[in-house]
């Protein structure tokens, strides 16, 4: 059974910066592809940034692209999200997504509020 745990989220100013983690147990992190999802009250899940296995291909959501960054370390079966330049819009619960091959598992989120 795979298990995520987000943190990192928190309250921040506009214009600033959070890094959000995700630590992944069970199963063989080195061989997920992972991504990040937002949702914004009233609002659907978003996609945030996705990564591959090996770290070397990413994609990002228009929204944030040039502003977020994702990366991981598998010798620490983590995935991050560096948030720069943070706007009042980016105010959502950021959920960490795993997906197996077989299954796609998700946390349980971590809330980040941007305030103007």
């Known amino acids: 059974q795979v298990q995520l745990v987000e943190s990192g989220g928190g309250l921040v100013q506009a214009g600033g910066s959070l890094r959000l983690s995700c630590a992944v147990s069970?199963?063989?992190?080195?061989?997920?592809?992972m991504g990040w999802f937002r949702q914004a009250p009233g609002k659907e899940r978003e996609f945030v940034a996705d990564i591959n296995w090996s770290g070397m291909i990413t994609y990002y959501g228009d929204s944030v692209q040039g502003r977020f960054t994702i990366s991981r370390d598998n010798a620490k079966n983590t995935m991050y999200l560096q948030m720069n330049n943070l706007k009042p819009e980016d105010t959502a619960v950021y959920y960490c997504?795993?997906?197996?091959?077989?299954?796609?598992?998700w946390g349980q989120g971590t809330q980040v509020t941007v305030s103007s």
């Open positions: 997504q795993v997906r197996t091959g077989l299954t796609t598992y």
């Open positions: 069970g199963g063989t992190f080195s061989s997920y592809n």
